[in-house]
């Protein structure tokens, strides 16, 4: 009974390629978010969604796209992968777009590119 | 640029005793501060918070405390037990709520 879901959990893929990762909560919550851990370990926000609406997106490059088709799921494509976009993203969800309101992570996806 | 900043990579303590986890922050318009635990291959998951109207927030064995002077929070875990043995993230958002930023975190060790 995962609360924020994540798959796949590892993914090793070649530069260049395009892959996506899933994110799904069954928390009923509004907003969404995708975060990036990278290799200094710090967590990064890189997009929020509010009932399906895009409110945050960071200095990200253009070949991340989220994409949420509801309000419990927010997917993240990358087209184009570099060897800096090893890392491991985490999804999380919150009842509000508010800091306020928990933040509740997935288990995160670990990106290696090769 | 880092505006939260936890400079122990690493701290290690004896079971019972008091763990002591240290935050700074550099940008005077953060006024929410929250610490997150994270346990290996999971997600991050909230522990405590505080806003800068107050300067202390308890929460059973954990106590957030904020010095807004000198930019610096802390958290205080009493008494540590194994179970607490995990990375320690600090974040912070200003006034308009629109984001957290993380620090790179704190691995606390309690040994039994």
């Known amino acids: 009974d995962t609360a924020v879901s994540q798959t796949p959990k590892y993914l090793v893929t070649q530069m260049g390629n395009d892959k996506s990762i899933k994110c799904e909560q069954n928390?009923?919550?509004?907003?969404m978010y995708w975060y990036k851990q990278d290799s200094k370990k710090f967590l990064k926000i890189m997009f929020s969604y509010n009932n399906k609406e895009l409110i945050i997106n960071e200095t990200v490059p253009n070949r991340f796209s989220p994409k949420s088709p509801d309000k419990a799921h927010l997917n993240l494509h990358i087209n184009s992968l570099e060897l800096g976009d090893s890392a491991v993203y985490f999804c999380?969800?919150?009842?509000?777009?508010?800091?306020?309101?928990?933040?509740?992570f997935g288990p995160g996806t670990r990106l290696t590119v090769l | 640029d880092q505006q939260v900043k936890q400079n122990s990579p690493s701290l290690s303590v004896q079971e019972g005793r008091i763990s002591i986890l240290n935050c700074d922050y550099t940008?005077?318009?953060?006024?929410?501060f929250l610490w997150y635990k994270k346990y290996p291959a999971e997600g991050p998951t909230f522990l405590i918070s505080i806003s800068s109207i107050k300067d202390k927030n308890e929460d059973g064995r954990f106590t957030v405390f904020l010095n807004k002077s000198a930019k610096h929070l802390s958290l205080h875990i009493v008494p540590s037990q194994p179970g607490d043995s995990a990375v320690y993230f600090c974040a912070a958002s200003d006034k308009y709520g629109n984001k957290l930023v993380f620090g790179a975190g704190t691995i606390l060790r309690v040994k039994s």
């Open positions: 928390l009923g919550h509004d907003t």
């Open positions: 940008n005077s318009m953060f006024d929410y």
């Open positions: 999380a969800s919150s009842q509000q777009h508010r800091v306020t309101d928990t933040q509740y």
